[in-house]
């Protein structure tokens, strides 16, 4: 079998971004939606793991690699300015909505997380790659997404 799609971004060297966001694939399309319409980028490279980048946080191996590879191809070959963390709602990596007591209590652990994991990248990463903390809320109208300050 032979399957060919059309390719217009094979002649480009950079992109703006770099995003680490959680394998599930309930939330895909809506988060390269929120990527590309609600951030504005069309451009970036994307690294998915299980819990996106919370294993961060262990301090173990996974945070050497991943800080090798957002220096030498995103940065180095791509020249990034900036690295989305993008953790989602009920997210596997934490046992899921029902591990946490309540709403607030989830929205609390992922903003806690999300400035740990950052704090401890950016002490690693280039001084001028920005980092953005966002993440994904489920809601009656499907997924809400929040950026934070
Ligand atoms: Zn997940």
């Known amino acids: 079998m032979k399957y060919t799609i059309p390719n217009d971004n ?5 992109c703006p971004l770099a995003v680490i966001k ?5 939330f895909r399309t809506s988060d390269q939606e929120f990527v590309e319409k609600g951030l504005g ?6 690294f998915s793991w299980p819990g996106a980048a919370k294993e961060v946080l262990k301090l173990n191996g ?8 957002i220096v030498t191809v ?6 990034v300015k900036k690295l989305l963390l993008l953790w989602h709602w009920d997210c596997g ?9 309540s709403q607030q209590a989830e929205e609390q652990q992922y903003t806690k997380d999300l400035q740990a994991v950052r704090d401890i990248l950016a ?8 980092i953005v903390l966002a993440y994904s809320k489920i809601v009656p109208q499907g997924l809400e997404y929040l950026v934070l300050e």
């Open 10 to 14: 094979l002649q480009k060297h950079e």
């Open 22 to 26: 959680c394998v599930d694939f309930r």
């Open 41 to 46: 980028y069309t451009d970036f490279d994307l």
């Open 62 to 69: 996974f945070k050497t690699s991943l800080v090798e590879k």
């Open 74 to 79: 995103s940065r180095g070959l791509h020249g």
């Open 93 to 101: 990596g934490y046992g899921g909505s029902h591990a946490f007591a």
């Open 123 to 130: 002490k690693e990463l280039p001084d001028d790659l920005e």
